[in-house]
């Protein structure tokens, strides 16, 4: 037991050791005074009995260092020794160290910062109650063209909850943009809910203020009721507690505040079809409505499409179970019902669904990050058996010495450690201003973005791999050395005999690893910077400089009057507002239009020919988009065949122009001039005539060439006016003129948007800008690192065959053909790794073309500039050390031995 | 160290020591110093440096302990005292000490 006491008491005197001295130096200082007092009580004089009692107790220094000896633990501070002679030893090869700490940080920082927002975006779980089992689910059409998923029909997803047995509860809701005013100033528009009441017993979550939704909030002529989400609360409220209970304008019209829902709870941003992408989505839901069905919704079965759904499967069901039966459900129907549509079911798990849209860019980058933290493995693994091939003789003499394998190992262990604690604290700080980045650059429409934060398990993850990484390849050949006896590396001079050919050939075969990697990364990168370039350079059809939009809602009640009443008015507001904008100094011209371009899909319909019937679903599909006559000379968007609309038509409005998509789509080897087109006013069935071809225009977004039908704004004037301001002015001047001009026609308008055009397209791109600046930074931190690779490993064989290149000088060799030699050297592996990583990324590109728009797979552009780019950096790097060779001096590198 | 004065085994050491406090009671490092050289009669002849090491590898194992006191001069000192387990230590180690004694004994003795 005595040791366990000692060792015991050693380590405790690992701590407090300063104050351990002092009492020693105490206790001797006692010991020599009471010595001296006794030899001056002998009759020694004060120096005389000094002099004796010093030398009969020997040495003090001896003392206290045998004490000490004594008292301390051996390992820690002969870990401490171990350490400092260690960061001597890096500091002596800044290079290396460098390398592998930059190296270290890079990989880690990299891969935790990625790895953090596809965690939380991807990966973490929504705050709901058995999260699992919530589905959203679609309605799936078949015809001819394939399986698309589609929204929901009202009467349709009621069929299915009354008769499933798989389903526990569905809530079926539409999302909007609505303008509230919780005080009567000006309103504004916020993301709102149209809920079934049984919304949040279908999400499992419980309101902290007041109460949710009851059916009878639901009924026919029930008073207005709404539920505030927590940020709506903040938001409207300022968060007073009172809110529950007072009444708030929504659309103009009172409603009361029943709730508020808790902080967590934020409700899933989940499309109405994986393949629309309508502008309500990017608005926050602040605002809960109950539901009241309508006619249309309680007896159409055709049409109405207008819902999404979100289900509850029973604890137990998987998804395919319900799938299987919901889709038997759905055919039984279409079949009884005789449904001119094949109707199926789409359900897909609610997490899955919310990440779709951007989980295949999230996924490359992190594919992108792997990659990066494989070079960045490879790397260090390169650097450490390099050095360890320099330190090899300096191993065999400390060996011959006498150093046990212990103390070889450990030295090794230490320095491999310091390294690796350095990078990793510096990967570690790296991360943290990686995700700050990331979310700096990040579109504000990727979902869940709030709860990014540096993810720990993927921080210790990263910083594990490589540090292991690092150490092990710092330890393993130390190991092996062990086993060579010291003569016979005392005798093989590596310095003289170059690297051994098989840690030569390893290294080689990893720079070459390296190389392809990087070559994958860079045709990525690229791929993605000219998609990009693409994207913002294509002909969009309309020229966006100097317009400024401006968007006014009019959902309110003064507006919102069935038929030609309602539409009057909003006609004649209008025509107002375009009057007070033109009047505006510096304006060129004033349009108004529907939708402000660059939101996404709005009114989607069929196009349906009088003349030509096509079967239900088979017609092409169109966007509706209602302008007035100076929309095309504002936009600078050419017509093609016909004539634009004139002041003429307003009295006799049933006219429409449309794009030459539609033309080629629903009028093939006809000119549609002339032709009409049928239901496509909402409440008048008269048909339109075709008076013009207008150039495609990308105006629902970059990506997007739309089918569009143009029509007149006098045949129906929709309930958001966008004004389009072509102006000399900035937009931040005509900024509030234009507001000022907006609220002066009617104050309780709410003006959503209000920006340059520019700025929308630069908006609507940001996504994409994203992807391709993430992707471009590991492109670049590839390639660095593959760079520092190439240079790492040649400048240290280069450093090792200084004699070799000495008498190579000496007996005649010429500076050129060393610097040839060595830069042959490098050729091999960084050819090879080129061939590598084409492969490689031939076989990628067919999946790349999905992820990247408008990407023809093999670029010859891109390859042979990512290639160029790439052997120029190899050889720039490789350059530094071959002429470093050429320039060896032979005397001296003769003399050295 | 001098001609004519002996080394001193390190378990020797230990041993006297513990004898020491046992016949003196508490002491401080000088006086155990001053008393093994008065009691080895110079012959033994060690630093007295030598004994602190010693000390606090007694105290490490838990034999003596040890308290800041006041010397008969009035300085401060560190006093050692033997504990229990020293007390019982004593025995143990001077059977061990004879045995090996007498070993050595035989060893020396002029053969007959």
């Not at chain 1, 351990?20 to 004060?46: F, K, P, V, Y």
């Amino acid at each position: 037991m005595d040791w366990i006491r000692i060792l015991l008491s050693r380590c405790t005197a690992l701590f407090g050791r300063r104050k351990r001295d002092t009492e020693l130096d105490d206790e001797l200082r006692a010991h020599l005074d009471m010595a001296i007092d006794e030899n001056l009580r002998a009759g020694m004089s004060q120096a005389e009995a000094r002099t004796a009692a010093l030398r009969s107790f020997g040495g003090v220094t001896q003392t206290r260092e045998a004490y000490r000896v004594q008292r301390g633990v051996k390992w820690p501070e002969q870990m401490a020794r171990e350490f400092r002679f260690a960061a001597r030893g890096l500091r002596k090869a800044p290079g290396f160290s460098l390398t592998a700490i930059l190296t270290l940080a890079l990989g880690i920082g990299a891969v935790t910062s990625i790895f953090s927002v596809v965690d939380a975006v991807l990966l973490k779980p929504f705050p709901f109650p058995d999260q699992d089992r919530l589905v959203v689910l679609r309605e799936a059409v078949e015809d001819a063209s394939g399986r698309t998923a589609n929204p929901d029909n009202y009467r349709h997803v009621m069929r299915l909850k009354g008769t499933s047995t798989t389903l526990q509860d569905v809530a079926i809701f539409a999302q909007r943009g609505e303008s509230v005013s919780p005080d009567g100033s000006h309103p504004q528009v916020v993301g709102t809910v149209i809920t079934s009441s049984n919304v949040f017993s279908v999400l499992g979550v419980q309101p902290i203020l007041g109460r949710g939704f009851v059916e009878a909030d639901a009924r026919q002529g029930a008073s207005p009721v709404v539920v505030l989400s927590y940020a709506g609360w903040q938001a409207l409220f300022g968060g007073d507690p009172r809110a529950v209970g007072s009444t708030m304008r929504v659309d103009g019209e009172p409603a009361t505040v029943v709730g508020v829902l808790p902080a967590g709870m934020r409700f899933p941003q989940i499309r109405l079809a994986p393949s629309t992408r309508f502008q309500e989505t990017a608005l926050d839901a602040l605002l809960f409505e109950p539901l009241t069905p309508s006619d249309r919704d309680l007896h159409a079965d055709m049409g109405n499409f207008n819902y999404k759904s979100i289900a509850r499967l029973k604890p137990g069901v998987t998804v395919s179970q319900a799938s299987a039966e919901l889709e038997a459900l759905q055919n039984a129907y279409t079949l009884s019902a005789h449904l001119p549509l094949h109707f199926g079911i789409a359900l897909v798990p609610l997490q899955k669904d919310v990440a779709s849209g951007i989980s295949g860019a999230l996924w490359m980058l992190f594919a992108a990050v792997g990659t990066v933290l494989l070079i960045a493995c490879v790397n260090l693994a390169n650097l450490q058996l390099a050095r360890a091939v320099n330190a090899q003789r300096e191993t065999a003499v400390l060996a011959a010495l006498g150093a046990s394998r212990m103390q070889l190992v450990r030295s090794r262990l230490a320095e491999s450690l310091l390294l690796a604690l350095t990078g990793g604290a510096a990967g570690a700080a790296l991360s943290i201003a990686g995700v700050r980045l990331l979310l700096a650059l990040a579109p504000s429409g990727v979902p869940r973005l709030e709860e990014v934060h540096v993810s720990a398990p993927a921080l210790v993850f990263a910083a594990g791999v490589s540090m292991v990484a690092a150490i092990a390849f710092g330890i393993l050949p130390a190991l092996r050395s062990l086993r060579v006896q010291p003569q016979a590396a005392l005798h093989g001079n590596p310095a003289r005999t170059g690297n051994s050919r098989e840690g030569n050939r390893v290294r080689r075969i990893m720079v070459a690893g390296q190389v392809a990697c990087t070559v994958v990364l860079l045709i990525l990168t690229s791929l993605a910077l000219r998609s990009f370039a693409r994207l913002m350079n294509q002909n969009r059809g309309f020229d966006a400089s100097h317009v400024t939009v401006a968007e006014a809602d009019l959902f309110t009640p003064a507006y919102d009057q069935g038929g030609a009443k309602g539409n009057t008015i909003r006609m004649a507001l209008a025509d107002r507002i375009s009057g007070a904008l033109r009047q505006l100094p510096g304006v060129q011209s004033v349009a108004m239009t529907s939708v402000a371009p660059l939101t996404g899909e709005t009114w989607v319909d069929t196009l349906q020919r009088p003349d030509h019937p096509v079967p239900e679903g088979q017609q092409p599909a169109i966007n509706v988009r209602w302008i007035d006559p100076e929309y095309l000379p504002t936009m600078h968007t050419p017509l093609v065949a016909g004539r634009n609309f004139t002041p003429a038509d307003r009295a006799h409005p049933y006219v429409a122009l449309i794009s030459e998509r539609t033309a080629r789509e629903g009028f093939p080897g006809e000119d549609p001039l002339g032709h009409t087109i049928a239901n496509l006013l909402p409440d008048d069935k008269h048909p339109m005539t075709i008076v013009g071809v207008v150039a495609d225009a990308r105006i629902n977004g970059l990506k997007d060439n739309a089918a569009m039908v143009y029509l007149p704004y006098w045949a129906f004037t929709p309930f958001t006016l966008s004004f389009l301001v072509r102006s000399s002015q900035p937009t931040d001047a005509l900024i509030p003129e234009i507001r000022h001009a907006i609220w002066t026609s009617d104050p309780r308008l709410a003006i959503p948007t209000i920006k340059s055009m520019d700025a929308q397209v630069s908006d609507s791109a940001a996504t994409d800008r994203f992807q391709a600046i993430v992707l471009t930074s590991f492109g670049m931190a590839a390639l660095l690192l593959a760079l520092l690779g190439v240079y790492g490993v040649l400048s240290y064989s280069v450093t090792l065959r200084r004699q070799e290149f000495g008498i190579r000088i000496a007996l005649g060799s010429g500076k050129r053909a060393l610097m040839k030699l060595v830069l042959r050297q490098a050729a091999y592996p960084v050819l090879l790794g080129t061939g590598v990583g084409l492969a490689v990324a031939a076989l990628l590109l067919r999946w790349t073309r999905t992820v990247f728009y408008d990407s023809p797979g093999m670029d010859p552009v891109v390859i042979g500039g990512s290639l160029a780019l790439l052997l120029g950096a190899a050889a720039a790097a490789a350059m530094i050390p071959a002429r470093r060779a050429a320039a060896v001096d032979p005397m001296r590198a003769l003399r050295i031995e | 160290m001098g001609e004519g004065k002996s080394d001193v085994l390190q378990g020797t050491l230990d041993l006297i020591v513990l004898k020491t406090l046992e016949a003196l009671g508490p002491l401080h490092g000088y006086g155990i110093a001053r008393r093994i050289e008065q009691v080895s009669g110079d012959v033994l002849s060690m630093n007295q440096g030598t004994i602190y090491p010693a000390l606090l590898r007694l105290e490490q194992r838990g034999w003596i302990t040890s308290q800041w006191g006041t010397s008969e001069s009035n300085r401060r000192a560190k006093f050692y005292s033997l504990s229990r387990v020293g007390r019982r230590k004593i025995a143990e180690e001077t059977e061990n000490w004879e045995r090996v004694a007498a070993t050595m004994a035989r060893f020396l003795a002029p053969s007959s």
